[in-house]
């Protein structure tokens, strides 16, 4: 069983800046894919960020510029800088791993920001 553990969200003033972070554990291959997605009250979950093994990183236009992914292979460890934080990126993060074929999520943690 694999188990995602977010921390790190929290409420900032916009302008401010955030840093999740997201540790994976248990029985596990290696993880090809990890990203964040967040979700906004009535609104679909939507892809934030992702990154691949090799470290090729894909944007979600809004953020591009202002969030950072990264990730350490050795420690299962997948990380969110977000810089300049609007309004609009109040949701709750998700951290999200591919390990083979199989998809697993985190609990989710609040990032709201205020204006």
């Known amino acids: 069983q694999v188990q995602l553990v977010e921390s790190g969200g929290g409420l900032v003033q916009a302008g401010g800046s955030l840093r999740l972070s997201c540790a994976a554990s248990g029985s596990m291959f290696r993880i090809n894919l990890m990203g964040w997605y967040r979700q906004a009250p009535g609104k679909q979950r939507e892809l934030v960020a992702a990154?691949?093994?090799?470290?090729?990183?894909n944007y979600a236009d809004s953020v591009k510029g202002r969030f950072t992914i990264s990730r350490d292979n050795a420690k299962n460890t997948v990380s969110l800088q977000m810089n300049s934080l609007k309004p609009e990126d109040t949701a709750v993060y998700y951290c999200?791993?591919?390990?083979?074929?199989?998809?697993?999520w985190g609990q989710g943690t609040q990032v709201t920001v205020s204006s």
């Open positions: 990154i691949t093994r090799g470290g090729s990183t």
């Open positions: 999200n791993a591919l390990i083979v074929l199989n998809e697993y």
